[in-house]
């Protein structure tokens, strides 16, 4: 992709499609990604063309993480997600499961947001960060290696702050993953996740390694076309 708004455009028309085509048999399952890079791709996803591609009266709309802050907080994933694009398209409210992390027992938040979850999601949607986290899956935490429970309370990021993820598990689990990154900051890390030796401690993005990427041209800057 050439810059921010091919980005956009591009992974807005791949989502409606993926939602259109999991919706075709039933109810489609999607988990949004936090973070900047996805924000554009949500407002264009809820404009024309791609917002009467999808099939919104059939969604689940869930989580990847969240921060351990209030939904009204200006750092809720749940709150750019809204204002981006859950507020602008017909989705029903009951079908947006949000991640409450403002809860004071996050054992007890993830644990119910678990039961929530479907066995398999159809789309995940995961940002990656600088230090190659996805989600809230940071490089050397111990949820990396979680093979068992599907939802942790983790503490990490700048600033060091408490917050929900899914785990591994998940992300194993999804039928798509689609992986968004922008930015020559990210080109170091894009070719470490994609090229580089399998070292998912290190660079958890690489977790999502076999689904779809869709980046900007400075993001694969450092892309050789040699898988690791």
């Known amino acids: 992709m050439a810059d921010a708004a091919e980005l956009a455009e591009t992974a807005a028309g791949w989502i409606a499609t993926a939602l259109a085509e999991a919706a075709a048999s039933g109810i489609a399952t999607m ?37 351990a802050v209030p939904p009204q907080h200006p750092e809720s994933n749940f709150r750019t997600a809204f204002e981006s694009l859950l507020g602008r398209v017909p989705v029903r409210r009951q079908r947006v499961h949000r991640m409450e992390a403002e809860q004071r027992d996050l054992e007890t938040a993830a644990r119910a947001y678990a039961t929530l979850l479907p066995a ?17 899956l940071f490089p050397y935490a111990p949820a990396l290696t979680e093979r068992r429970r599907r939802v942790l309370a983790v503490t990490g990021g700048e600033p060091l702050i408490q917050r929900l993820t899914v785990t591994p598990v998940v992300i194993d689990a999804t039928r798509r993953v689609l992986v968004l990154v922008a930015g020559a900051d990210k080109a170091a890390v894009v070719a470490r996740a994609l090229e580089g030796p399998y070292h998912p401690a290190l660079t958890p993005g690489q977790l999502a390694r076999q689904g779809t990427w869709i980046m900007d041209r400075a993001a694969a800057g450092r892309l050789t076309g040699t898988p690791g």
């Open 31 to 67: 988990a949004l990604a936090g973070g900047s890079t996805p924000q554009p791709v949500y407002r264009r996803l809820a404009e024309p063309p791609y917002a009467g591609q999808v099939p919104w009266d059939r969604l689940e709309v869930y989580f990847g993480d969240e921060r």
């Open 120 to 136: 398999s999601l159809d789309l995940l949607l995961l940002g990656m960060g600088a230090d190659g986290h996805i989600a809230s």
